[in-house]
């Protein structure tokens, strides 16, 4: 069972950065993609980042320039880097690690305020 636990949120003014971290343990039965999500108060769970096994990364256009994804294979963690945070980012940061099969971390809050 793989597990994921992430870290790192918090409340900061626009324009201000924070660092997500997501660490995760446990069989991935092979290769895995990764990636963070977020979900905005009343709005639906969207993808932010992905880094994809292969070295592919893809972000939301709302994000290019912003947020950095690294992945870590080695030390088992995920990054993404928040730069230039806005008001628009706020919500809760979800982890998922997805090959064989698809795992989600609980997530972490990130409050951006003006």
């Known amino acids: 069972q793989v597990q994921l636990v992430e870290s790192g949120g918090g409340v900061v003014q626009a ?3 924070l660092r997500l971290s997501c660490a995760h343990s446990g069989n991935t039965e092979g290769p895995y993609n990764a990636g963070w999500y977020r979900r905005a108060p009343g709005q639906e769970r969207e993808w932010v980042a992905q880094a994809i ?3 592919a990364i893809n972000y939301i256009d709302s994000v290019k320039g912003r947020f950095i994804i690294s992945r870590d294979d080695a030390s088992r963690t995920v ?3 928040m730069n230039s945070l806005r008001l628009e980012d706020t919500g809760r940061y979800f982890c998922r690690i997805w090959g064989l099969r698809d795992w989600w971390g609980r ?3 990130v409050t951006v305020s003006s």
């Open 15 to 17: 324009g201000g950065s």
């Open 53 to 55: 096994d292969g070295g």
């Open 79 to 81: 990054t993404l880097q």
């Open 107 to 109: 997530g972490t809050q």
